[in-house]
């Protein structure tokens, strides 16, 4: 276990740097982290139940790459906009669920989607 660490260590940690070394947003790395996020998240929602609802598990999705691209996005707001993409998440899934079909857990999905963006 500890040599697997180790291998991925050795690669992982001169891409990290070289990422931390540039002054603003890197394409190659926000697509890693893109990537890597991803997959995160679907195997959170997996392991928290989300991916049973799949407009739910969608949503999370999108928001999280979302969340994840956003330097790459020029805008001229005067507010920073991971607030307005974190505000349009929440706001948003609010409303999805409202239109979603009731059943036992919806809300505890809906906060596991939350966790994943998060």
């Known amino acids: 276990m500890l040599k697997k660490r180790m291998i991925t ?3 992982a940690i001169p891409l990290l740097i070289a990422a931390v070394w540039f002054d603003g947003p890197i394409v190659w790395f926000t697509v890693l982290a893109a990537v890597f996020g991803a997959l995160g998240v679907i195997e959170f929602y997996r392991i928290t ?4 609802n799949i407009p739910l598990a969608v949503f999370g999705l999108v928001f999280t790459l979302l969340f994840i691209i956003y330097p790459h996005i020029d805008c001229t707001l005067s507010m920073p906009l991971a607030s307005l993409v974190m505000t349009g998440a929440v706001a948003l899934s609010l409303i999805l ?11 505890l999905q809906w906060a596991g989607m939350m966790a994943g963006i998060l």
Do not use: C, E, Q, Y
Request: charged share 20%; net charge positive; no cysteine.
């Open 49 to 52: 139940g989300v991916s049973r």
């Open 97 to 107: 669920l409202v239109f979603l079909p009731k059943k036992d857990g919806l809300f």
């Open 9 to 11: 260590a050795l690669w």
